[in-house]
T-cell receptor, first 114, second 114 residues
């Protein structure tokens, strides 16, 4: 596709359930990012994949969060045993790192934990 | 740890007035980006600034970068209602001489009223 695609666009889940959020980056983009945006808050970095390098997981808030990127393309962010404080918009972005890193964002997945 | 701070966080402007949003960051980087986010939408790339003294202009918005001062500014000229949105700056720095990891400021919520 032409842009970064995320699915689902909205997800309502019960507390304690696991969820998977998917990101399909722009074809050929080597870098992929996950951010979290809570209501009225800024963008909280979660994880960063760059090519074949080990991902930078320094932003993951707890061990309930994990992410993988298969074949250097699609990424899945998994949240286990969801809590209400996990409710947020999860944004994925990708970029082609050459001289610079202009990231293009998807529309996000709005996660609501009830 | 890289810190990126914007001010003001909230900006209420009258149409036709000028104002500046400031973005300070805590480590050496010559790559800085500005994004716009409309309510309920994702982030749209506005400007890419890649060197000290870089200046970019698009319509009523002008962005500049001073890497020595670790400061970028987003200047709004003769504001119009359509500029109402949240504006984020982001710094590109992954540690050492590495780039590709974007750290965002808190965002500035701009409201332009008649």
């Amino acid at each position: 596709g032409a842009g970064v695609s995320q699915s689902p666009s909205n997800k309502v889940t019960e507390k304690g359930k696991d969820v998977e959020l998917r990101c399909d980056p722009i074809s050929g983009h080597t870098a992929l990012y996950w951010y979290r945006q809570s209501l009225g808050q800024g963008l909280e970095f979660l994880i960063y994949f760059q090519g074949n390098s080990a991902p930078d997981k320094s932003g993951l808030p707890s061990d309930r969060f994990s992410a993988e990127r298969t074949g250097g393309s699609v990424s899945t962010l998994t949240i286990q045993r969801t809590q209400q404080e996990d409710s947020a918009v999860y944004l994925c972005a990708s970029s082609l790192i050459t001289r610079y890193t202009e990231a293009f964002f998807g529309q996000g997945t709005r996660l609501t934990v009830v | 740890e890289l810190k990126v701070e914007q001010n003001p966080l909230f900006l209420s402007m009258q149409e036709g007035k000028n104002y500046t949003i400031y973005c300070n960051y805590s480590t050496t980087s010559d790559r800085l980006y500005w994004y716009r986010q409309d309510p309920g939408k994702s982030l749209e790339s506005l400007f890419v600034l890649l060197s000290n003294g870089a200046v970019k202009q698009e319509g009523r918005l002008m962005a500049s970068l001073d890497t020595k001062a670790r400061l970028s500014t987003l200047h709004i000229t003769a504001a119009v209602h359509d500029l109402s949105a949240t504006y984020f700056c982001a710094v590109d720095y992954a540690g050492g001489t590495s780039y590709g990891k974007l750290t965002f400021g808190q965002g500035t919520i701009l409201t332009v009223h008649p």
